[in-house]
């Protein structure tokens, strides 16, 4: 993707944001050039964040980190995610599983790249359909939903989206250090421009994507 691709990019959804009536900076820089992760690496992540969402709502954490194991997906886990899973339930702090349930979003934004859902709204909430589109390990389903996913949507379609939430978790920051009250929420958008940061730049694993604004 062209410096000149990107620009023209970043002038459109500047233009979106307008139109929505949210605040920006014309001097937030254009976004680098994507360096896009493998299909088979995305699902990966998907699966074990599909996988650890389960312990935010009280699975055993020893089932959880057994299915992971049986489904070969310990390479795709990040070294917090490793750490979790060396616990038990009453050792994980109100911090993990709060994290552990913000993954619904990053998820949701995977999702969306995938083509298992069609939009991915800023203001709109993980979709009801979510759990029925995911394996469902409490009924002892495979990996099977994640693992038949065959395509991702062109590079041009995920570098806007996440240039999009960039700009727009810029727009929710400075709202928060205005003490104001942004008419979206930051945390969603901080997990769904993770999640597509990550998928963005192969060289950064999980725990250590650049977030800032």
């Known amino acids: 993707m062209t410096e000149a691709q990107r620009i023209h990019i970043k002038e459109e959804n500047i233009a979106r944001i307008r139109d929505k009536g949210y605040r920006f900076i014309e001097w937030l820089p254009v976004m680098e050039a994507p360096a ?6 995305i699902k990966g992540r998907m699966s074990v964040m ?12 020893k089932i959880i980190k057994d299915w992971i194991s049986q489904s070969g997906l310990d390479a795709h886990l990040s070294e917090w ?9 009453e050792e ?20 969306w ?17 979510m759990a029925t ?22 590079e041009a379609e995920l570098y806007t989206m996440l240039d999009y ?20 929420n930051e945390g969603l958008v901080y997990e769904r421009r993770k999640a597509l940061e990550w998928l963005m730049n192969k060289d950064v694993d999980w725990d250590h994507v650049e977030m800032g604004t």
């Open 113 to 129: 790249a995938t083509q298992m859902i069609d939009s991915l709204e800023e203001k709109e909430w993980c979709g009801d359909e």
């Open 50 to 61: 599909n996988a650890l969402i389960n312990i935010s709502f009280e699975a055993p954490v």
């Open 36 to 41: 896009m992760r493998s299909l088979s690496d």
């Open 133 to 154: 589109l995911l394996p469902n390990l409490e009924e002892g389903e495979t990996n099977q939903k994640i693992e038949a996913l065959s395509a991702l949507r062109t």
């Open 165 to 184: 939430y960039y700009r727009i978790h810029w727009y929710c920051v400075d709202e928060r250090i205005k003490e104001n009250e942004a008419p979206v």
């Open 81 to 89: 995610e490793k750490a979790v899973l060396e616990k038990k339930e």
């Open 92 to 111: 994980l702090s109100n911090v993990e599983f709060n994290t552990l349930r913000w993954y619904l979003e990053g998820l949701w934004a995977l999702m």
